[in-house]
């Protein structure tokens, strides 16, 4: 907690519900009377003027006589500014800023003869309206004036600059390479307007050189470039003759010298949101000040480059400003969005709390506490954890399938019961894509009893061409006590087959890829192996997948060979099939040991390899699309910028061939849009027979390996979804940590081609030691040899060993 706060003395809220924009506050003495007055328009259309009523600092606090005038308007207010804007007339006006026009309103003090006081009233004294939306307004003594009276100029969105002066129209203008609005201020010691262009640089124009109509070009007398878009522009005069004009970037304050020279520059740690420059003591002897509000809601005063004060604020305001009244001199007025406006000063607020005095340890015995504590540790037996019951049990039951619409969906419902009061649990579901569970995520809050939860379990509606990889489901559950720590359940279930496949006649066509399971007992029958999709015995079994194309998977029990045979359409659809058959056989003799065994020149590697430049050559037809549409779309905002500029001189054969180009433009940009999304589909269903391939050979390779604890390795490896499709980079870093250095690769090369190349040589090498009696590695590792820090286990140094 900061020690240094600004401390409120004068606040009220305008209004309920309005808002503000961060030029809705003018400050300036109104009446001549030594006060400030403050100003406020809101964008619902409400004028307000307050004034402070002389009292002692103490006593100073928001009283309703404050409130001088309070009007609505017709039009939402975007600026409200202060001058000379009445032709023969001394006192200061307010001059309104709506959306399609300008008001200039008188303040009549009508003086009262009784204790209510003096009363205010606002009187419309011109308005000036125009067709072009605008942006921001600015008032000054243009044209070089001795400040006896003032003019108007308003900035559109689209960069044209309009002067009025005083109750006539004077010239209208086109500010060149504008593209987005910026704010504008006016210096009056050189007579110019400060802006930012297109470029993000800081320009300079004459006031004389923008009121010339023979000038068709309106070149800047100096501009800077500063690189980052401006918050906002504000000038101070330090004499007549003297402006300094200071902008407020994204991340820098920059202080130039009214001919454009840099004279300081402050690098900002922070994000800013607004600020307010001002001069302390008479010339020569004064000093350039600003205060910055930060995105953190501190307000950061400066002195030039030097902070001098940092101070908290309650609130967070859109503007700062400072006002003088007889009560208080310079204070802070702060306005927010909201209408929390606010009357400020900086100060202290001590801290009553003193930090304690830090004891002297004895490092010697907190040492050997340390070692202590690390002996326990490798004591604690990791039984000890998981033989405490978990606070919450989960029970998932699959519920029957049914159709809706051109889907299948199913019905899961959850039992969760806590054994004591939790105050937080959160259900996650994690599955194969296409497959979805709706919802996602499940919140309770202070579960005392069991609850039943029901959720569907469904494939995308708008993905009917991606491979279902598996059937798994792992139902997370995580709760929270407000005294304990968090705690994890999950359990997983297997989502009923009939909602990716469908029984079909067997097809008359030639089946790409097949297997066979060797099994020690004799293969389960179909009828029973499969009771939900058949009746009676059949020697072969056919599965249809239910996506938009057709896709065959055949089952044939052999009892004489003592085996299963799989063929399908491809290897990248039995997966499914496979992970079923052995599920529901090892549930069948789930009283016997089964050995279960496959041809490990039968796994798909071919496939598996093709599957990935497959996958990796529709990225790089991704990013080069990507990187089309990129150069066209840069194409087309530089034919915007050229037909801007064309429009400008009004004449039909100044655009002539710009349409053509532009339309052109257009309608390639198009064709790549749809190009794109039709990219990004193949890649995602290419992305799910990757995933489907991947789990495949993990099944294939554990029903012939020597070395399991390599193959769960290997497994947690390769089957990796990842959505922003970069299974290659992280795959190929993996399994070359699993290596070490045992191979040489080529990884440093950019071409995809050497990636995959490098990914082939890894999981050929990795394979070879699964599937190898020869490379099975020592399970005891010596605990007495004593050696470096590395990330190979002892126990694994055989497995990267070539002999």
Not at 23 to 34: H, K, N, S, Y
Not at 396 to 401: A, D, K, Q, S, V
Not at 630 to 636: E, I, N
Not at 780 to 794: F, N, Q, Y
Request: some cysteine.
């Amino acid at each position: 907690m900061s020690l240094f706060k600004v401390r409120d003395c004068w606040s009220t809220v305008c209004g309920r519900g309005e808002t503000f924009g961060c030029d809705a506050l003018a400050v300036d003495d109104l009446f001549g009377a030594g006060e400030d007055s403050i100003i406020l328009g809101s964008l619902d259309g409400v004028l307000r003027v307050y004034g402070v009523h002389s009292a002692p600092p103490s006593s100073l606090q928001y009283s309703p006589s404050d409130l001088l005038i309070e009007m609505q308007l017709d039009n939402p207010v975007l600026q409200v500014c202060t001058g000379k804007l009445i032709s023969c007339s001394p006192s200061k006006n307010i001059a309104v800023l709506h959306p399609f026009s300008i008001v200039v309103y008188g303040v009549n003090c009508i003086a009262g003869s009784t204790d209510h006081g003096d009363q205010y009233v606002l009187e419309t004294m011109y308005e000036h309206k125009f067709d072009r939306s605008a942006y921001q307004m600015v008032v000054g003594p243009f044209g070089g004036g001795s400040g006896s009276r003032d003019f108007a100029c308003i900035m559109s969105l689209d960069g044209v600059v309009t002067v009025y002066e005083q109750q006539a129209f004077g010239f209208r203008t086109t500010l060149p390479n504008y593209l987005h609005p910026f704010p504008i201020k006016y210096v009056r010691s050189v007579d110019a307007f400060i802006t930012l262009n297109a470029d993000l640089c800081l320009v300079c124009y004459k006031y004389q050189e923008l009121a010339d109509p023979s000038l068709k070009q309106k070149c800047p007398v100096w501009s800077c470039t500063l690189g980052e878009t401006v918050y906002d522009i504000q000038t101070v005069e330090i004499t007549p003759s003297a402006t300094t004009i200071h902008v407020l970037g994204e991340r820098n304050y920059y202080c130039f010298q009214g001919n454009g020279v840099l004279w300081f520059m402050k690098r900002l740690q922070y994000t800013p949101c607004c600020f307010h420059p001002y001069i302390l003591g008479e010339h020569p002897d004064t000093k350039t000040m600003c205060m910055i509000v930060s995105d953190t809601d501190s307000v950061l005063v400066y002195d030039q480059t030097k902070l001098r004060w940092s101070a908290k604020l309650s609130f967070h305001p859109c503007i700062i400003a400072r006002a003088s009244f007889k009560a208080l001199q310079g204070c802070l007025v702060l306005l927010s969005e909201t209408g929390d406006l606010r009357f400020c000063y900086l100060g202290t607020e001590p801290m009553i709390f003193m930090a304690p005095e830090r004891p002297i340890k004895d490092y010697k015995d907190t040492k050997n506490q340390l070692v202590q504590l690390k002996k326990e540790l490798q004591n604690m037996s990791l039984q000890d954890e998981t033989d405490t019951l978990p606070l919450l049990k989960l029970s998932t039951r699959i519920l029957n399938l049914r159709s809706e619409g051109s889907g299948k969906l199913c019905d899961i419902e959850i039992d969760v019961s806590p054994s004591l009061a939790t105050a937080s649990v959160q259900i996650t579901f994690q599955v194969d894509t296409p497959l979805v569970i709706s919802p996602t995520v499940v919140h309770l809050k202070d579960l005392n009893d069991s609850i039943t939860v029901r959720v569907m379990a469904h494939r995308e509606n708008e993905d009917t061409e991606s491979v279902v990889s598996s059937t798994e489901c792992i139902v997370c559950a995580y709760y929270s006590r407000t005294s304990d720590v968090p705690g994890l359940v999950q359990q997983t279930v297997r989502l009923p087959m009939s909602l990716v496949y469908e029984v079909h006649s067997t097809p008359n066509l030639d089946f790409s890829w097949s297997a066979k399971i060797s099994v020690d007992e004799s293969p389960v029958a179909l009828k029973v192996l499969f009771k939900e999709f058949v009746d009676s015995s059949l020697a072969e079994l056919c599965f249809q997948t239910i996506t938009g194309f057709s896709k065959y998977v055949c089952i044939t029990a052999l009892p004489a060979n003592r085996s299963y045979e799989i063929r399908s359409s491809g290897p990248e659809y039995a997966n499914v099939i496979i992970e079923e058959i052995l599920f529901r056989h090892r549930e069948y003799y789930k009283t016997k040991k089964c050995v279960v065994r496959c041809d490990k020149n039968e796994m798909p590697v071919a496939d598996f390899y093709r599957t990935i430049e497959e996958h990796v050559a529709l990225k790089g037809k991704l990013e080069f699309v990507q990187e089309e549409i990129s150069s066209l779309c840069s194409q087309y905002r530089i034919i915007q910028k050229c037909l801007f500029n064309k429009l400008k001189e009004n004449t039909v054969h100044s655009v002539s061939g710009l349409n053509v180009l532009i339309d052109n433009t257009h309608e390639t940009l198009t064709e790549k849009m749809s190009e794109i999304k039709f990219v990004k589909q193949e890649l995602k269903v290419k992305f799910s027979q990757l995933m489907s391939l991947s789990r495949l050979l993990i099944t294939m390779l554990g029903l012939c390996s020597k070395n399991d604890k390599i193959l769960k390795e290997f497994k947690e490896t390769i089957v990796y979804f990842t959505d922003n499709q970069n299974w290659e980079d992280i795959v190929l870093k993996s399994l070359t940590y699993l290596v070490g250095n045992k191979i040489t690769l080529n990884v440093q090369s950019d071409d995809p081609a050497h990636a995959v190349m490098s990914l082939r040589t890894l999981i050929d090498y990795v394979i070879q030691h699964i599937t190898s009696i020869k490379d099975e590695l020592p399970v005891k590792l010596k605990k007495e040899t004593t050696r470096g820090v590395s990330p190979i286990l002892e126990s694994e140094e055989d497995f990267y060993t070539i002999k």
